[in-house]
């Protein structure tokens, strides 16, 4: 079975410009995740969705960062305009909730803002 | 707020022999989960191991286990006959029952030597 599947793998692009990173859940799951890794903050939780449904955002870091998950197969996370201060790993995690679950992880993007 | 603390920056073992990485966790729940994630220089996040609080026996996964003393709020991740290719990332992680997120420390970097 495939595993949590992200596009692109890497993206580059200038400050200003949208970025939008697309995320694959594991079918069955239900239960998505965003997070970002950068060397000064370390992995921290954007936000997540459960069935679909925004749960937490409060990581998200300002209005210029938008998640959607528009069906339980595909989620995107969006930087509007994006910024250097963005450049960083975003991996998109999931799981299949219970009391406690590990979280499958997808590849990451690496993001660089220039 | 959960909190967890990796005192150790970086570990060095030699090829064969077993290594114990730090993990200390902060919180007020008596309900939470405990996991080990590996992340080699690839980049990606892949889980290791699982330690419920509630759980009474430490867990173990072939080579991984994890020493689990609630009582001193610590989790800590041994590695038996280490391997070359143990050589990676490795942090902890914490996950409470009102919230889906995992919590991740700052990360231990491992390297094996031969």
């Known amino acids: 079975d495939a595993g949590v599947i992200q596009s692109p793998r890497h993206e580059v692009t200038e400050m200003g410009q949208e970025v939008t990173l697309r995320c694959k859940p594991i079918s069955g799951h239900n239960s998505l995740f965003w997070y970002r890794q950068t060397m000064m903050r370390g992995l921290e939780l954007l936000i997540y969705f459960n069935n679909n449904v925004p749960i937490d955002d409060s990581g998200m870091p300002e209005d210029r960062f938008s998640a959607k998950m528009p069906n339980a197969s595909f989620s995107t996370l969006k930087i509007q305009p994006s910024e250097p201060r963005d450049s960083a790993v975003y991996f998109c995690a999931s799981s299949f909730v219970t009391p406690f679950s590990e979280q499958f992880f997808g590849p990451g993007t690496r993001l660089t803002v220039l | 707020a959960q909190k967890i603390t990796q005192t150790q920056p970086g570990m060095f073992v030699q090829e064969k022999e077993a290594v114990t990485l730090d993990c200390t966790y902060d919180?007020?729940?008596?309900?939470?989960?405990l996991f080990w994630y590996k992340q080699p220089s690839s980049g990606e996040m892949i889980f290791l191991i699982y330690q419920g609080s509630y759980d009474e026996q430490n867990a173990t996964e072939g080579r991984y286990s994890l020493n689990f003393q609630k009582a001193r709020k610590s989790a800590n991740l041994v590695i038996s006959a280490s391997q070359l290719g143990d050589s990676a990332m490795y942090f902890c992680?914490?996950?409470?029952?009102?919230?889906?997120?995992?919590?991740f420390g700052t990360g231990t970097r491992l390297l094996v030597s031969p």
């Open positions: 919180t007020s729940d008596q309900s939470y989960g």
């Open positions: 992680a914490m996950q409470d029952t009102g919230f889906q997120k995992l919590v």
